[in-house]
């Protein structure tokens, strides 16, 4: 795979909010002997309920679609971008939940968003905020520049 020479820009071509996604067991429990797939592991209905509200709310994200395409068809034509995350967590209370769980929630549901592969995530930055009226995630996507 080649690097992409496209796109060295710092700045974020996607800003978008969601709900706080699940915990890490809010979001995956062990699947029953008859249901096992390979893993074991099936996702919850509070995982598919976040899935749902995160898409809705990222449908309204600021995003650079011009950014967004050209990563897609390089993605295709297997010329890797690589791509830089920060999110930002903001939780009722500081001390209830850790703050890799929801991370790769958050992450999945934004890649979906966009129709890019996570794969391309080289560098996730994360920071645990307290918001009580208002628990929320936000996230941010960025080109790195190589």
């Given at each position: 795979m080649?690097?992409?020479?496209l796109l060295s820009t710092t700045s974020p071509f996607f800003r978008g909010?969601?709900?706080?996604?699940?915990?890490?067991n809010g979001s995956y429990k062990p699947?029953?002997?008859k249901q096992a797939n390979q893993s074991?592991?099936?996702?919850?209905?509070?995982?598919?309920?976040?899935?749902?509200?995160?898409?809705?709310?990222?449908?309204?994200?600021?995003?650079?679609?011009?950014?967004?395409?050209?990563?897609?068809?390089?993605?295709?034509?297997?010329?890797?971008t690589p791509l830089a995350v920060v999110l930002r967590f903001f939780?009722?209370?500081?001390?209830?939940?850790?703050?890799?769980?929801p991370m790769k929630a958050a992450i999945d549901a934004a890649f979906a968003r966009l129709e890019l592969d996570d794969r391309?995530?080289?560098?996730i930055q994360a920071e645990k905020l307290v918001?009580?009226?208002?628990?929320?995630?936000?996230i941010e996507v960025r080109c790195v520049v190589r």
């Amino acid at each position: 795979m080649t690097p992409s020479p496209l796109l060295s820009t710092t700045s974020p071509f996607f800003r978008g909010m969601m709900p706080l996604p699940p915990s890490v067991n809010g979001s995956y429990k062990p699947r029953g002997y008859k249901q096992a797939n390979q893993s074991g592991i099936a996702g919850t209905p509070e995982l598919s309920q976040f899935k749902r509200d995160a898409a809705l709310l990222l449908s309204q994200a600021e995003h650079d679609w011009v950014i967004i395409n050209k990563l897609r068809e390089n993605n295709a034509k297997r010329a890797m971008t690589p791509l830089a995350v920060v999110l930002r967590f903001f939780f009722p209370t500081e001390w209830k939940r850790d703050l890799d769980g929801p991370m790769k929630a958050a992450i999945d549901a934004a890649f979906a968003r966009l129709e890019l592969d996570d794969r391309l995530v080289v560098s996730i930055q994360a920071e645990k905020l307290v918001d009580a009226l208002n628990p929320r995630c936000e996230i941010e996507v960025r080109c790195v520049v190589r």
